[in-house]
């Protein structure tokens, strides 16, 4: 399961940038899982961020893909 926190970047970690917002993940977990996509939704039961990546279809394709 993806998650959230608030890290500082370490030497095993990749940082990307998107909407100016800086990103960091575990290279190795970002080579198992890449495409990740980030968006901030806003429901009736509150509003956040949702992840999505590959790594949610397992074997298969997901919805992520364009297969």
């Known amino acids: 399961m993806l998650g959230m926190a608030l890290d500082e970047p370490l030497e095993e970690d990749m ?3 998107d909407r100016d917002v800086e ?5 190795k977990l970002f080579e198992e899982v ?4 980030v968006d901030f939704i806003e429901a009736a039961t509150g509003s ?3 992840l999505t ?3 949610a279809a397992g074997a298969g394709c997901g919805g ?3 297969c």
């Open 64 to 66: 992520s893909c364009s």
């Open 53 to 55: 990546s590959n790594l």
């Open 48 to 50: 956040g961020f949702k």
């Open 15 to 17: 940082t990307f940038s």
């Open 34 to 37: 890449r495409p990740i996509r």
């Open 23 to 27: 990103f960091i993940i575990e290279k």
